[in-house]
């Protein structure tokens, strides 16, 4: 069929080529990035950390065993990098959830 129709004024236009056209560069500032950082104590259980790297920060739980052991051997250990509002509120969600079940456990903020 030959017919294709099209509204009046949109007929394609040979003097376009059909590449996407690039935008120029431009230079958009990258927004800070937080790092949520864990930190080791001596009562918190090994479990309850794994726990919360994978509930809070998606880890699965081979990632998560090896955050845990890391802080566990070296005091501390980088559970994930987020904007700041965000890790903001993943600082206070875990405390929380450590505090509400008892537990010492830790999460700081710091900048990258
Ligand atoms: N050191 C704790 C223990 O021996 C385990 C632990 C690991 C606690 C990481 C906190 O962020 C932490 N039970």
């Not at 509120?89 to 405390?95: D, E, L, S, Y």
């Amino acid at each position: 069929m030959s017919g294709e129709r099209r509204p009046f004024g949109s007929e394609p236009r040979d003097d376009l080529d059909d590449d996407l056209m690039t935008l120029p560069d431009q230079k958009l500032a990258k927004p800070p990035l937080y790092k949520v950082v864990l930190n080791n104590d001596d009562y918190t259980p090994m479990e309850f950390v794994i726990l919360v790297l994978q509930k809070f920060f998606r880890k699965n739980e081979t990632e998560a065993v090896q955050i845990m052991l890391l802080v566990h051997k070296t005091g501390k250990g980088v559970a994930g990098v987020f904007t700041f509002s965000i890790a903001e509120t993943k600082v206070k969600q875990v405390n929380d959830f450590s505090k509400q079940h008892g537990f010492p456990l830790l999460t700081t903020l710091e900048q990258e």
